[in-house]
């Protein structure tokens, strides 16, 4: 098959039918399950099972920033009450995040002008693999310590180093508990812009930079990112768009279903130890990677550079479909199950409570 | 006739966020792309199945301008604010949400 012809095709969108939005709906629940359960975007499974669904990369990556930005605002006033969100921290490092998400789309776009749909595939593929190994592994080791040691939090000895350094101007970070240099977080900030244009998930830099660098504790870390989350995707969004890449039925479908499932992921997080639920998805993160990885070949053959019969194309394509959305159901059953448990425990307590009473 | 007094304030929110929503995949779906085709000449009404009606959606959002920039960051922020209230409302509705509350 003569797939080198479809590397240099022009960037389009797929063709909707019922079975694909029935997967749009059903990958946005998953992923907005996930997106609640372990306080993230979720857009770490969103983007490759668009991907795998047979959207275009970069158009996944347009729609998919479209789709996190609405929701992330939700989330900043929620942790604002709660004293989760530093906003001196977040307007530091959202600007710079903002000229990295600029720069992130204009190199997207040059390499689709130069290697054509398949070399941005190939790309936004490599990084998915590199980033989620990466993370993912990273996460699952810290979860299986925490575990162990059953201490969630620990501290960072980089973060006390940092604090150290005092170059002019110095920023005293309420919430987040710290006092840095202004020169610390400005190069995290773009790192996470930039990631975030790429992949369309910026906080696999910024949430741990503001934890492991800046000292900034989890919760508040987290709670920040939605406000970084939240100008990126904005100002993302737009310039996707402007540019003809979103491709606004994606969004609203994946919003669809992400939607239920971020708020019903939520509650599983209030039954489970914190540990659980770094298990989870550091196990998500390494077989989301492990789904973009199979179908590396695949873009490599589009652009001919490998060799490959029809028949391992086309079931290296499926299986990183099937692999990805085992991950996510497997996941959902491990979230229900929780929340059984939480509301049986919930039962027990309020039947022994008015027994009591 | 129905006693409307029987009904509590959640419930009649509930039913508003979800005709909201309804209204808003429907209109958005069916409706919008056909209304701009008809402005634009194409006779979509004629005929028109629900996909193709999806797709001729995309003429808006896709025209790479300054009006799909800002028609897309506008209708998400719509989208996120009415969908997520009825979910919001929704899980309130069938007592999962006091999950939350009670699991902290």
Known sequence: MEHGVEAAAAISFIQINGTVIVALIVLGFFGGLLSGFIGSGGAFVLTPGMMSLGVDGVVAVASNMAHKFPKAIVG????????HFDLRLCIIMVLPAIAGVVVGIFLQRLILDMWGKAGSNLYISLIFVGVLSIVGIYTLLDGRKAAKSGVDDTTSALAEKV????????VNLKEANST???WIPLPLGFATGLLAATIAVGGFIGVPSMIY????PSFVASGTELGIAFGMGLVGAFTWATAGFVDFRLTALILAGSLVGVQVGAIGTSYVKPYMIKIVAGTVMILAGVSRAVVIPTYLSDLDIMTITDGIYDFLRTASLVILFATLIGCGLIIVGAMYKGK???????RTSVQVS | MHNTKNLSPDVLKLSLWAVLTACLYGGFFLFIGPIFGFFTGDNVCDGVGLFMAVDRMLWIFSNGNVCSGVGVVVVALVFSFIHGSFASHL???????ALIKSGD
Do not use: E, Y
């Open chain 1, 76 to 83: 900043v006033l929620k942790r604002r009450k709660l004293g």
């Open chain 1, 163 to 170: 604090k150290k350094i005092n170059i002019w101007p110095m």
């Open chain 1, 180 to 182: 840095v240099s202004l």
């Open chain 1, 213 to 216: 660098v800046v000292g900034a």
């Open chain 1, 344 to 350: 049986k425990s919930v039962a027990v307590s309020s």
């Open chain 2, 91 to 97: 899980l309130d509705a069938v007592g999962l949400k």
